[in-house]
């Protein structure tokens, strides 16, 4: 193809991602007219992201007679304690206030005769939120010093030292790359998807719960930076409707559907109502010969059987499309249930970014919000919306107050090799044996049979963990040795690039963990049970090639910063 067409730019701030939080962020930064602000997003801003296809209901808001602590506990309960306090009660307290800019913004939120949001459950209210992203895109460009760059995506940070500096990329549909330089980075990618085998095979692999273009970049490129990383090992995996993975909390929580096995028996009590004992009860149940295992809406009222065919056409038609074809409505039949492969991210379980209160990570100036940040597991919508603007608001005290050093010398060097990587890739055109679907099936069996994945029952042993980062060892290797005919191969072979380097850091973060905290998100074969000596978060740290692992104990004040010994 040539040397690609270098596009440079200089900018305070760089926002890596335009999803929920990077938006807000942007949003946030957009009232600063004095700071120049650019979002790098690999799709469009007004449908990337996990709001992509929109939402029903705002899972994280204080409902009335409930306080934010109130929230914060809610969360360390269904955790296990191992929860930020800072960062939780930083973000529940802004719960309600960004949701009121949501809804000045144009977002429709249910109300009753009295005017009051109309809630779903405790701590959730409902609304059309078919158009939440494109509502948060245009008020970003409402922001005249806001520069989006969509279809641009970001592999590696430029750093100096201990400090973030810039960063590099790509067109995934020109031939053209990205220098960035920047006072400040904030990371608002996302977690990862596509570590393991997903429930449907072949041409339907990506119907998953999660995203599937979300593939961990804003974690591996902190890794490769030295960032300090947390709970990996406390993975997420979804309570989905069966085939089409659509959302059980809106049946569940909507109708009060319980979760019945195949005699009708309510199960769900026996195990316990968290979120990760939710799963394993259905996973004990499918094990004991009980399955298949339901949420019971047979029997429910014609008007709410017209509620749920509504509310997934809102957020996932493809349920709302089984129910159709099937010729039963919601109320003639239950709904058949199961669990998904296991993910990593910031959003409903710990894992991400090590961030002190104001969300800057152990890289100086690199910043962390929504699911790329770690710590705060149950943050939903809402809790990413309030990272984004709690991180804007740390990056202007910060580029105020100047806390930003001199260009480093050498970016412009550590930027041409990156550069010089891209161009190797598409230029080299002797034959290859693998390609990335190759690398990616291979990666997947590998986390599926060895790391816990759906085959196994999403338990491990130590033994099956080693093989598996071998394993992993050696399909990074073979990674390297890609080649991509065009720039849109070229980000196939990054995202899998991406995905192996999370792999690594999680495999490590299983090995580390010497307990069972959360059935199935985290099932340790040789640990069956908690050990009081992992009250503790397990972090890591890329060294020399190899991951450090780190024990920190456990943040139970409402501020945080990082210790001279914790920054890289």
Same mark, same amino acid.
């Given at each position: 193809m040539g040397k690609l067409e270098v596009k440079e730019f200089n900018t305070d701030v760089l926002i890596i991602g335009g999803g929920t939080a990077g938006c807000f962020a942007a949003i946030t930064l957009g009232g600063e007219k004095d700071l120049k602000v650019i979002i790098a997003e690999k799709a469009d801003i007004k449908r990337s992201g996990c709001l992509a296809a929109g939402v029903n209901a705002i899972n994280a808001y204080i409902t009335k007679g409930y306080k934010p602590e109130d929230y914060v506990e809610y969360a360390r309960q269904d955790a296990e304690g191992i929860i930020r306090n800072d960062l939780a009660i930083s973000a529940a307290r802004r719960f309600n206030k960004v949701t009121a800019d949501l809804e000045k913004f144009g977002l429709v939120i249910l109300k009753d005769e009295n005017g009051e949001y109309v809630a779903r459950g405790k701590r959730n209210i409902k609304i059309n939120g078919e158009n939440i992203k494109p509502i948060l895109a245009e008020q970003v460009r409402k922001s005249e010093n806001v520069t989006v760059l969509n279809r641009v995506n970001i592999t590696d940070l430029i750093t100096d030292g201990s400090e973030v500096k810039g960063a590099v990329g790509f067109s995934v549909t020109e031939n053209e790359a990205y220098v960035i330089r920047a006072g400040a980075v904030l990371i608002a990618t996302g977690g990862a998807a596509g570590l393991y085998r997903s429930n449907n095979p072949g041409f339907s692999r990506h119907k998953m719960w999660y995203p599937p273009f979300n593939t961990?970049?804003?974690?591996?490129?902190?890794?490769?930076?030295?960032?300090?990383?947390?709970?990996?090992?406390?993975?997420?995996?979804?309570?989905?409707?069966?085939?089409?993975?659509?959302?059980?909390?809106? =049946?569940?929580? #909507?109708? *009060?559907?319980?979760?019945? $096995?195949?005699?009708? /028996?309510?199960? &769900?009590?026996?195990?316990?109502?968290?979120?990760?004992?939710?799963?394993y009860g259905t996973v004990m149940e499918n094990r004991r010969g009980a399955g298949p295992c339901y949420l019971e809406t047979k029997g429910i009222a014609k008007e709410s059987g017209d509620s749920l065919l509504r509310a997934y056409l809102n957020?996932?038609?493809?349920?709302?499309?089984?129910? =159709?074809?099937? #010729?039963? *409505?919601?109320?003639?039949? $239950?709904?058949?249930? /199961?669990?998904? &492969?296991?993910?990593?991210?910031?959003?409903?379980t710990a894992s991400g970014y090590w961030v002190d209160t104001g969300r800057e990570t152990t890289v100086k100036g690199l910043f962390a919000a929504g699911d790329v940040a770690g710590g705060f597991p149950q943050k939903y919508v809402t809790g990413a919306l309030a990272e984004g603007e709690i991180a804007a608001e740390s990056i202007i005290k910060r580029l105020k107050n100047r806390i930003v050093r001199n260009p480093d010398s050498g970016f412009d060097e550590k930027a041409l090799e990156i550069l010089k990587g891209y161009e190797k890739a598409l230029d080299d055109k002797s034959e290859s044996l693998y390609s990335y679907e190759d690398i990616e099936e291979a990666m997947q069996k590998v986390m599926d049979t060895y790391a816990g994945g759906i085959s196994a029952g999403y338990g491990y042993n130590e033994k099956q963990l080693l093989a598996a980062g071998e394993r992993i060892d050696k399909l990074s290797v073979l990674a390297e040795g890609l080649k991509a005919e065009n720039m849109h191969e070229l980000l196939f072979l990054y995202e899998i690039r991406e995905r192996i380097t999370v792999c690594r850091s999680l495999i490590a973060h299983l090995l580390a963990r010497k307990e069972t905290r959360w059935h199935v998100f985290g099932e340790n074969l040789d640990h069956p049970d908690k050990d009081k000596n992992f009250e503790k978060y397990v972090n890591s740290r890329l060294s020399?090639?190899?991951?450090?692992?780190?024990?920190?104990?456990?943040?139970?004040?409402?501020?945080?910063?990082?210790?001279?010994?914790?920054?890289?």
């Open positions: 961990g970049a804003g974690y591996a490129m902190g890794i490769r930076a030295g960032a300090e990383m947390t709970t990996f090992e406390m993975r997420f995996v979804a309570l989905r409707c069966k085939d089409t993975i659509a959302p059980t909390g809106t =049946i569940a929580q #909507g109708v *009060r559907a319980p979760q019945v $096995n195949a005699s009708g /028996e309510v199960y &769900e009590t026996k195990y316990g109502l968290k979120t990760s004992e939710r799963i957020m996932a038609p493809a349920q709302t499309l089984k129910w =159709i074809e099937s #010729g039963k *409505r919601p109320e003639e039949q $239950n709904v058949e249930i /199961e669990g998904t &492969e296991p993910y990593v991210v910031g959003g409903h020399n090639g190899e991951i450090e692992i780190i024990l920190r104990d456990l943040v139970t004040g409402e501020t945080y910063e990082h210790e001279a010994s914790e920054v890289s």
